[in-house]
């Protein structure tokens, strides 16, 4: 810029004093140009090559250090197996002298042998990740609510409001994953019955989409005239207003919109109910219960008997014939939904699809353990964690859950971040509940989930260079995260 400058100055000068000049100036003045050439094009030289050499200083350096997780990983890794041997060696010390020292049979050495191995497993993955769960207090709380459930139920014996059912533990909490530094929310699905003399309908939209995100719940008033001994009422349909006077309004008039079951006077219903409950339980003034102010759902604190605070979210729920379906209060997105909508919900499927395996698996919570690993990585990230979910859940039917104990850790992680890479390089992440025939035979699935095409997750990718190419970026940082996990525990 500098020498620019004083070239342009130059040519002005020259230009201004042009005419006046004699032929010795001008021959002074041409050798100086010659020079000044000289001097710019070795600047220009100088310049070039100090560019090389930052550029190789630069290679020098970036090369390993963009290696530099990779060799921390590999030494932690050699470091991690010699510390492991050097444990499997002493186990096995202890129990070779003890052997001497003892006469005990074939049989009874074997058993602990096998033992040992197991805890080597056990071991490998638990020094990287101990896994962490509430199930003590799930199984609390579920209790807890399952009682009060009961009571609401006798309030409501004489009205035609919707019957609450037993609670169904739902979501990361109840799945055993949930984020370990987040406070843990235990969320519940309420079942809703229709009352005597009502039945839900389930509207699922003219859209054919799935799941349904527009589905709704009429309410319909059904006959039951001959049977008003049996079920201790009149029949709305065929009353007349005078015989009618003395029983509890229908349905339609208390939590309906336009005969459509309305989430947010439900909502605000329940949330009262479930208070004249808990008064009527008559727990130790140190209990308490708060009920917050949430539009779709009852959301609560519990203060139990030595002050701790457990915080629970109660969804409501019509199942879907006898399916693990729900039209559910649950939000889906961010921003306003219709009152009168009801989501379809995979979260019963989900939580029945994890305890399948858990029932089948010889350790038997050991998916939390990646669940919980990759929540933690996902932190921050656009990947929602439903995404990484449903490839876990792929990963879990497709892969042998023997190849997915302790010791293989590392290599499932790796598959794990392997597999969301692929996904995203060809935009597509099929849903694990639609149109997949590799769903575990317990979980029972409306026809229309079974007969239909493959749902992909990542249709937002496809036609968004920009977003896959992030995505592509938020792998990288994930598979960073990760190492930074293994090398510094956090
Ligand atoms: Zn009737």
């Given amino acids: 810029m500098a020498l620019a400058f004083f070239f342009a100055l130059l040519a002005q000068r020259v230009s201004f004093v042009g005419d006046e000049l004699d032929a010795e100036t001008l021959e002074r003045m041409r050798q100086r140009e010659v020079f000044l050439q000289e001097q710019m094009t070795q600047q220009w030289l100088y310049i070039e090559n100090l560019e090389k050499s930052r550029m190789g200083i630069r290679a020098l350096l970036f090369s390993p250090l963009s290696y530099w997780k990779i060799w921390n990983v590999i030494l932690f890794l050699v470091l991690l197996f010699c510390f492991t041997r050097k444990i499997y060696k002493k186990f096995q010390d202890i129990r070779s002298s003890t052997d001497e020292e003892s006469s005990v049979s074939k049989m009874e050495q074997q058993e602990p042998e096998q033992q040992q191995e197991e805890e080597e497993d056990l071991l490998f993955a638990d020094l990287i990740w101990?896994?962490?769960?509430?199930?003590?207090?799930?199984?609390?709380?579920?209790?807890l609510f399952s009682s009060l459930i009961d009571i609401c139920q006798n309030i409501l014996v004489d009205t035609f409001y919707p019957v609450p059912e037993c609670p169904i533990g739902v979501g990361s909490v109840?799945?055993?994953?949930?984020?370990?530094?987040?406070?843990?929310?235990?969320?519940?699905?309420?079942?809703?019955?229709?009352?005597?003399?009502?039945?839900?309908?389930?509207?699922?939209?003219?859209?054919?989409?799935?799941?349904?995100?527009?589905?709704?719940?009429?309410?319909?008033?059904?006959?039951?005239?001959?049977?008003?001994?049996?079920?201790?009422?009149?029949?709305?349909?065929?009353?007349?207003?005078?015989?009618?006077?003395?029983?509890?309004?229908?349905?339609?008039?208390?939590?309906?919109?336009?005969?459509?079951?309305?989430?947010?006077?439900?909502?605000r219903w329940f949330q009262a109910l479930i208070k004249d409950a808990w008064d009527r339980m008559r727990f130790p003034e140190e209990c308490e219960l708060n009920v917050e102010e949430s539009g779709r759902s009852c959301r609560l604190s519990v203060t139990d008997f030595y002050k701790q605070v457990f915080l629970v979210n109660i969804l409501f729920g019509v199942q879907q014939d006898n399916t693990d379906i729900f039209l559910s209060s649950q939000e889906i997105e961010a921003g306003k939904i219709p009152s009168t909508t009801w989501p379809q919900s995979c979260a019963v499927a989900e939580v029945k699809f994890f305890q399948h395996v858990a029932a089948r698996a010889e350790e038997s919570n050991f998916y939390v353990r990646y669940m919980q690993v990759c929540a933690y990585i996902l932190a921050g990230l656009n990947f929602s964690t439903c995404e990484l979910k449903t490839m876990l859940m792929q990963l879990l039917t497709a892969i042998p859950l023997e190849?997915?104990?302790?010791?293989?850790?590392?290599?499932?992680?790796?598959?794990?971040?392997?597999?969301?890479?692929?996904?995203?390089?060809?935009?597509?992440?099929?849903?694990?509940?639609?149109?997949?025939?590799?769903?575990?035979?317990?979980?029972?699935?409306?026809?229309?989930?079974?007969?239909?095409?493959?749902?992909?997750?990542f249709e937002y990718l496809v036609n968004s260079p920009v977003r896959q190419k992030q995505a592509l970026e938020e792998v990288d940082e994930l598979q960073d995260r990760l190492a930074s996990l293994l090398i510094y525990g956090k």
């Avoid at 101990?130 to 209790?143: A, D, I, S």
């Fill in 130 to 143: 101990p896994v962490r769960t509430h199930q003590t207090n799930c199984r609390e709380v579920h209790l």
């Fill in 174 to 267: 109840y799945e055993g994953w949930y984020p370990a530094e987040n406070i843990p929310v235990f969320c519940l699905l309420v079942p809703l019955m229709a009352p005597h003399g009502h039945v839900f309908r389930l509207d699922l939209g003219t859209t054919g989409q799935l799941p349904a995100r527009n589905s709704r719940i009429r309410v319909h008033l059904e006959c039951t005239c001959g049977r008003e001994q049996q079920m201790g009422m009149r029949c709305f349909l065929h009353s007349s207003k005078k015989q009618l006077r003395n029983q509890h309004p229908s349905l339609l008039k208390e939590l309906c919109t336009d005969s459509y079951l309305d989430v947010e006077k439900t909502a």
């Fill in 403 to 457: 190849s997915w104990q302790g010791k293989y850790f590392l290599q499932r992680m790796d598959d794990i971040l392997h597999y969301l890479r692929c996904c995203v390089e060809v935009n597509r992440l099929n849903h694990f509940f639609i149109g997949n025939e590799d769903v575990p035979a317990e979980i029972i699935l409306p026809q229309e989930f079974q007969v239909s095409k493959p749902l992909n997750l």
